[in-house]
């Protein structure tokens, strides 16, 4: 403060983020770490805007939702370390157990074989069930079939088909 002005002299520190240097993308899954960065709109270079990386986070997940799977940014693990390294850790779902209720006469091994594409283990992917789905009304033995869809943990998705099978010998 100077007296005789009256004034006074304030300094303010801008502490910038950092600059980005690269991405490390862990678990992509089923989509190529290419396509991943190809939505993003940080750019190696610039210095990081956080809502920037928000909308880099949702362009992410409507990436793996457009293409079926069901995908999130987790939280932990997500930043920028030391060397200018922006993490971006990926889960996508992948399929837990499979139940299927309502056979009487049916065998569970027909409804299995028409969901070839979606075993557990594999990436959850709703067109994928949704294909399979067709394929077993396609059988002709059901006259209705009800999914339930659980996420037991992040990451895993649990299929429950409830079916109906039709009425035979008429």
Same mark, same amino acid.
């Given at each position: 403060?100077?007296?005789?002005?009256?004034?006074?002299?304030?300094? *303010?520190?801008?502490?910038?983020?950092? &600059?980005v #240097?690269?991405?490390?993308?862990?678990?992509? !899954?089923?989509? /190529? +770490?290419?396509?991943?960065?190809?939505?993003?709109?940080?750019?190696?270079?610039?210095?990081?805007?956080?809502?920037?990386?928000?909308?880099?986070i949702t362009?992410?997940?409507?990436?793996?939702?457009?293409?079926?799977?069901?995908?999130s940014?987790q939280?932990?693990?997500?930043?920028?370390?030391?060397?200018? *390294?922006?993490?971006?850790?990926?889960? &996508?779902g #992948?399929?837990?157990?499979i139940?299927?209720? !309502?056979?009487? /006469? +049916?065998?569970?091994?027909?409804?299995?074989r028409?969901?070839?594409?979606?075993?557990?283990?594999?990436?959850?992917?709703?067109?994928?069930?949704?294909?399979a789905?067709?394929?077993?009304?396609?059988?002709?033995?059901?006259?209705?079939?009800q999914?339930a869809?659980?996420?037991?943990?992040?990451?895993?998705?649990?299929?429950?088909?409830?079916?109906?099978?039709?009425?035979?010998?008429?």
């Amino acid at each position: 403060v100077d007296p005789a002005t009256n004034t006074a002299k304030v300094n *303010i520190e801008v502490d910038e983020n950092d &600059v980005v #240097k690269a991405f490390a993308i862990t678990g992509a !899954g089923p989509l /190529k +770490t290419s396509e991943v960065q190809a939505v993003i709109q940080t750019k190696p270079g610039l210095i990081l805007n956080l809502n920037t990386i928000r909308t880099d986070i949702t362009a992410i997940q409507k990436l793996y939702t457009d293409k079926g799977y069901k995908a999130s940014v987790q939280g932990e693990g997500f930043g920028i370390n030391n060397n200018g *390294i922006v993490d971006i850790p990926i889960v &996508v779902g #992948k399929v837990g157990q499979i139940k299927i209720n !309502g056979l009487h /006469k +049916t065998k569970q091994w027909v409804v299995q074989r028409e969901m070839y594409d979606q075993r557990p283990g594999d990436y959850y992917n709703i067109n994928k069930l949704q294909r399979a789905y067709t394929r077993i009304f396609n059988t002709d033995l059901f006259s209705d079939i009800q999914p339930a869809f659980i996420e037991r943990s992040v990451g895993v998705v649990d299929i429950t088909l409830n079916m109906e099978e039709k009425r035979t010998g008429q």
